[in-house]
């Protein structure tokens, strides 16, 4: 099966043939078994994208999943299923929200993407749409998770997207107390004209209006280090994904602690796990890296 890295990646290289790609996607990502569990006050603030789950909401349906998350312990959530009628995974957004707070958890932010097309304005309208949806369900944060923009992308098409397209968004989202920004990969890590894309996302980008989701496996498949760029830039990094090759923790090649520490003093208040390939069931691969941790202690 195709993972999201991988089908988000062929969408980027399809710049190849210009840089207007006028298509939506939309993303692209312990206490279980204790008898005497703490209360829901005392829970480590553990948040889960349900991209982690997609096979399990497909063949489960959302609530059933959100009931199975629920009793993991993860008490955050990010989602990945808005579509164009302004539904989320189906549902009014009003009402996801409803269910998520019946069962103890906080919608807090979401993936969902469009491309520039022929008509920047009517693509700015469909993210007002959005925005308003998202405003519905209570989120703090509405990330697009994929751009473009790669190693055959000139400046100008750089600068277009994080200069303009993505202030216009940011500016629309801050007017519903909704902060925008963006997910990497790892080809972000590529040149263009000799500097790092990610550098230049960056640099061409708005502080006020766009803030960046770093997702710390993708820095290290890229080649860089994420507790660099939290210290470079400790005032764009608001939320992480933290993600490992499977279940976070498995691989070992990752030292989240410092990342973790970096991050909680540059003033993270939120992250969320992602989980994209799995050494048992999906279910199982998402418990482990809650169980990892909730017993980090490192993580609050």
């Not at 302004?86 to 807090?108: Q, R, S, V």
């Not at 993505?166 to 989202?173: D, E, M, R, T």
């Not at 048992?280 to 017993?295: A, I, M, R």
Request: proline share 3%; net charge negative.
């Amino acid at each position: 099966m195709q993972n999201r890295r991988d089908f988000l990646k062929q969408a980027s290289l399809m710049l190849a043939g210009g840089l207007v790609v006028p298509q939506l996607l939309s993303s692209c990502a312990g206490k279980s078994s204790s008898a005497g569990a703490a209360s829901e006050a005392a829970k480590k603030h553990i948040g889960l994208q349900l991209y982690s789950l997609r096979d399990d909401i497909n063949d489960l349906g959302i609530q059933k999943v959100l009931e199975i998350v629920s009793k993991m312990g993860y008490v955050n959530l990010e989602t990945a299923g808005y579509s164009d009628d302004g539904k989320i995974y189906g549902l009014d957004p009003a009402e996801f929200k409803k269910i998520c707070n019946d069962l103890g958890m906080k919608l807090t932010s979401a993936h969902l993407s469009h491309f520039i097309g022929d008509d920047m304005n009517k693509d700015l309208a469909w993210w007002n749409t959005a925005i308003e949806a998202h405003k519905k369900a209570g989120m703090k944060y509405m990330v697009m998770p994929v751009s473009p923009i790669n190693e055959n992308a000139t400046m100008d098409d750089l600068k277009r997207y994080f200069g303009d397209y993505f202030y216009k968004i940011g500016l629309a989202a801050a007017g519903a107390g909704i902060k925008f920004g963006y997910h990497n990969h790892d080809y972000e890590f590529k040149q263009i004209e000799g500097q790092t894309i990610y550098d230049l996302m960056l640099e061409n980008s708005s502080p006020d209006h766009v803030m960046f989701e770093m997702d710390v496996y993708w820095v290290k498949r890229g080649g860089k280090d994420p507790l660099e760029y939290l210290k470079k830039y400790p005032n764009r990094f608001p939320i992480l994904h933290i993600k490992d090759e499977t279940a976070i923790g498995a691989s070992g090649q990752i030292d989240f602690k410092p990342i973790f520490e970096q991050a909680y003093a540059n003033g993270m208040k939120d992250w969320y796990v992602e989980v994209e390939r799995y050494d048992g069931t999906p279910q199982e691969d998402v418990q482990k890296s809650y169980d990892f941790l909730n017993n980090a202690d490192y993580v609050k």
